[in-house]
């Protein structure tokens, strides 16, 4: 059968729509991100966005039934599949990181308003690791348990190949796990820290002595006329401020 007389595969089509609109998506929060100097946050969304742009390169090329007519991908499918590899590890480490800033942030044990060159290096280097160093030792054991170049299937295109043995989970199927298991930790020492926060916040202002409310709200000219006169309202509402 000829490739023009294949009919093209509608998950093909949905695919090339989804994966353009998703990439298109992610251009502004890219620029956000980078003018602010975030890398985890760039890292995310720039990993995305290139697994977006194979996905839609994939559609287009292997959208069709007509097996006999694809093109071997030679090259092409050599390349993505490693990136495969990376993102699939890049993606948890960026969480990762986002998440330990985040708790870090919330620390109000040893919070300082401006972080010092050692805490930046420190953030930097984590950041740097996940979002990149452990990604790239993971492409480089794909080598070791990679039975064959890579397969290819209609719609996605380029696959990955992997020995089903224990190498493969300890080399390159492990890590996803580990780091998103770090991953969901720091999450929730982010959600614990500011929930305690918030409490703290709530609890010592409204265990604020009502003589400190009224000579707040005496000294407030923006709440009547003149200064240092009593407001014009009742008293009990004081406590309301």
């Not at 010092?116 to 030792?137: D, G, H, S, Y």
Request: net charge neutral; glycine share 4%.
């Amino acid at each position: 059968m000829d490739s023009t007389e294949a009919p093209i595969y509608s998950m093909a089509v949905i695919s090339f729509a989804a994966s353009l609109s998703g990439f298109l998506l992610c251009i502004s929060p890219l620029i956000c991100q980078v003018s602010h100097r975030n890398l985890a946050a760039s890292c995310l969304i720039g990993y995305m966005m290139i697994s977006d742009a194979f996905y839609a390169l994939n559609a287009l090329i292997w959208s069709h039934g007509d097996v006999n007519s694809w093109w071997d991908g030679a090259g092409l499918c050599d390349i993505e599949v490693k990136i495969q590899i990376a993102t699939q590890i890049a993606l948890p480490g960026t969480l990762f990181c986002i998440f330990y800033t985040l708790a870090d942030v919330m620390n109000t044990d040893r919070a300082t308003l401006v972080p010092t060159r050692a805490e930046r290096l420190r953030k930097q280097a984590l950041e740097v690791t996940f979002c990149f160093v452990i990604p790239l030792v993971a492409m480089a054991l794909h080598f070791i348990c990679q039975p064959f170049r890579y397969g290819i299937l209609g719609v996605t295109g380029c696959a990955q190949s992997f020995d089903e043995s224990w190498v493969s989970f300890v080399l390159v199927y492990g890590w996803p796990p580990v780091i998103c298991l770090l991953a969901a930790v720091y999450c929730g020492e982010y959600k614990r820290r500011s929930s305690r926060n918030s409490s703290t916040n709530i609890t010592s202002h409204c265990r604020r002595p009502p003589d400190q409310i009224q000579d707040r709200v005496l000294s407030n000219p923006r709440l009547h006329g003149k200064p240092h006169e009593r407001p014009p309202f009742p008293a009990p509402l004081l406590a309301f401020l």
